[in-house]
């Protein structure tokens, strides 16, 4: 067994999030947390009903662990309000080999990486004190946030493990496997660090393409060959992908203006808005929003028609109408979709859906 830690004092943070023990006034909000549907469903082991004797039992047990040397649980806090919003462990197993770690975030703090935070913190610490030759980490299949924050702080994904664990019933069932290695650490510190100088915008959640949150990163150019104010087409899987630097970091969306498809590649970049080369459309792409509507008119994302007009500012003359027409009237522009990113080994990568084979 290695030796004994103390909680870190100060709490680990990074300004973001606090790592704390957990405290018998969290009650409460864990058992706000254990009673959400999605973390029931995705940790078996947490009880369902869930109620505050689990929650006052849970953090008696991670005190107990402390102090046995077998456990490090912390609550992920609010730094602002020391308020718990999710908690995060390191389980010791029986030799440096076989230790895990394991994670949960209430649902009111999701989606703001907290949990890639406090897993970043915990790892750094965890190799810092504790000899661990391979840190698991697993989650059910089909997790996918789970996954994404496990690939986010730096664990490399190894597979399907058959049978891994128990479902709720006691059933055998899968597990998917990631594992963190002291040089995965190296890797992910100095991934950080190069990130540190490399902003990405912050794209809402709900514009990432779908089918991208559980597919594997694929390399997309070596950051050094990126400038900021600059955008390039990159062709991955038969797929034109636009890369741009904009004043809110770096995004990748298609190559493909969301009214004809033109590449907007070739159109010129302003801060956050790119200007398409055809039809005088502009698209903001830090949050996807259409900023100017081609001259052809057309429906924007919401279903509402604009009229056509003229970059003269002279008056539109009406035409007859015509399909060509009709067609003109009935294109949507639909917002922007991205596609999530992190930078691994000096090059900027990006998950794309899966292709079936
Ligand atoms: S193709 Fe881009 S605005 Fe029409």
Redesign the pocket.
């Known amino acids: 067994m290695p030796e004994k830690l103390t909680p870190p004092n100060p709490p680990l943070t990074d300004g973001a999030v606090t790592l704390r023990v957990l405290r018998a006034e969290d009650a409460p909000a864990v058992t706000l947390a254990c009673q959400d549907r999605e973390i029931q469903r995705w940790i078996p082991i947490i009880p369902v009903p869930y109620t505050e004797a689990d929650a006052r039992r849970f953090i008696l047990m991670t005190l107990q662990a402390w102090h046995d040397g077998t456990s490090y649980e912390f609550a992920i806090a609010d730094p602002s309000t020391d308020r718990f919003i999710g908690s995060i462990g390191l389980h010791l197993g029986p030799n440096p080999r076989l230790h895990a770690v394991g994670y949960l975030v209430a649902p009111a703090a999701r989606g703001r990486g907290v949990a890639s935070r406090a897993l970043r913190l915990v790892t750094r610490w965890g190799f810092e004190h504790i000899d661990i030759e391979r840190l698991a980490l697993w989650t059910l299949p089909g997790n996918a946030a789970s996954q994404a924050v496990a690939e986010n702080a730096g664990f490399r994904f190894e597979g399907l493990a058959r049978n891994w664990t128990l479902d709720r019933d006691d059933r055998p069932t899968d597990a998917v496997m990631y594992s963190m290695t002291p040089d995965d650490l190296a890797d992910a510190v100095a991934a950080d660090s190069v990130a540190a100088n490399v902003p990405f915008a912050a794209v809402p959640r709900e514009l990432w393409a779908s089918g991208t949150r559980a597919a594997p990163f694929v390399q997309v150019a070596p950051i050094a060959e990126l400038t900021p104010g600059s955008m390039r087409r990159v062709t991955l899987a038969g797929m034109d992908l636009l890369v741009a630097w904009t004043t809110d970091g770096i995004v990748v969306t298609d190559d493909r203006?969301?009214?004809?498809?033109?590449p907007?590649s070739i159109?010129n970049l302003d801060g956050c808005v790119v200007a398409?080369?055809?039809?005088?459309?502009r698209f903001d792409l830090s949050s996807g929003e259409t900023v100017r509507m081609?001259?052809?008119g057309g429906l924007d994302a919401d279903g509402t028609y604009h009229s056509p007009w003229s970059p003269s500012g002279a008056e539109m003359k009406p035409e007859p109408p015509t399909r060509k027409l009709e067609a003109r009237r009935l294109t949507r522009?639909n917002r922007l979709r991205f596609y999530p990113l992190r930078i691994r080994d000096g090059h900027l990568e990006v998950q794309l859906p899966i292709v079936p084979e």
Do not use: F, S
């Open positions: 203006c969301p009214h004809m498809a033109a907007l159109g398409c080369p055809l039809h005088e459309g081609p001259t052809t522009v």
